[in-house]
């Protein structure tokens, strides 16, 4: 199957800082990502849909200068958690499509301190 | 809007033994793709199965089958001869085939599967 890479899979920051989540699809192209947010014991929830080339796409609810999408390539979609406070700690899983299948990164947990 | 409700938050079954996994959804579209995902501990997502709602013949996948029931909008996971390496979170999940890859999945609350050994 597909392969989605995401890095780094577990980060520990300082409040107020900036975090950079980067997905990358390894062996085929993906002009559309998807990033997830994960709380424990919970189901994962859309957050964005990032565009090759284009501004991304944020569900409701979710701050889009806090969680900035820069999909630059199309193998490689970033998310940058801003400015990151203890409420952003969570799991963060990034996933592509390819045909009708979903393929998702290992997931980043991020620790805000 | 899409929903996909997963009614069992958890789940338990011996070693061996068969364990039925449910899940309905709602939908207004006729195409569509729906999925059971297996979430470890190590929270990597992996598809353990794929069902195009198309087609009628039910998905089978080795130990694992599915149930799928378009008019009652329901798609059941039956995993056959438990092994203590199927404990896990399921998670049943959505996406509408008008989206042509655009969209992103919907998942539901997901079940907690235990394997009693």
């Known amino acids: 199957g597909a392969v989605v890479s995401q890095h780094p899979s577990r980060v520990i920051c300082k409040s107020g800082t900036s975090v950079k989540i980067e997905c990358r699809s390894l062996?085929?192209?993906?002009?559309?990502m998807f990033w997830y947010r994960q709380f424990p014991k919970q189901s994962l929830m859309l957050m964005a849909t990032s565009n090759e080339g284009s501004k991304a796409t944020y569900e409701q609810g979710v701050e889009k200068d806090k969680f900035l999408i820069n999909h630059a390539s199309l193998t490689l979609s970033t998310l940058t958690v801003t400015s990151a406070h203890p409420e952003d700690s969570s799991f963060y899983i990034c996933?592509?499509?390819?045909?009708?299948?979903?393929?998702f990164g290992q997931g980043t947990r991020l620790t805000v301190v | 809007a899409q929903t996909v409700t997963q009614s069992q938050p958890e789940m338990s079954v011996q070693e061996a033994e068969t364990v039925t996994l449910s899940c309905t959804y709602d939908?207004?579209?006729?195409?569509?793709?729906l999925f059971w995902y297996k979430q470890p501990p190590s929270r990597q997502m992996i598809l353990v199965i794929r069902?195009?709602?198309?087609?009628?013949q039910n998905a089978t996948e080795n130990r694992f089958s599915v149930n799928f029931q378009k008019a009652a909008k329901s798609f059941s996971l039956k995993i056959s001869d438990s092994q203590l390496g199927d404990a896990a979170m399921y998670f049943c999940a959505y996406v509408a085939y008008s989206g042509g890859g655009a969209d992103g999945l919907t998942f539901g609350k997901g079940t907690h599967l235990i394997i009693q050994p």
């Open positions: 996933s592509a499509r390819l045909g009708f299948g979903a393929f």
């Open positions: 939908t207004s579209e006729s195409d569509y793709y």
């Open positions: 069902q195009e709602a198309y087609k009628q």
């Open positions: 062996d085929f192209q993906a002009t559309t």
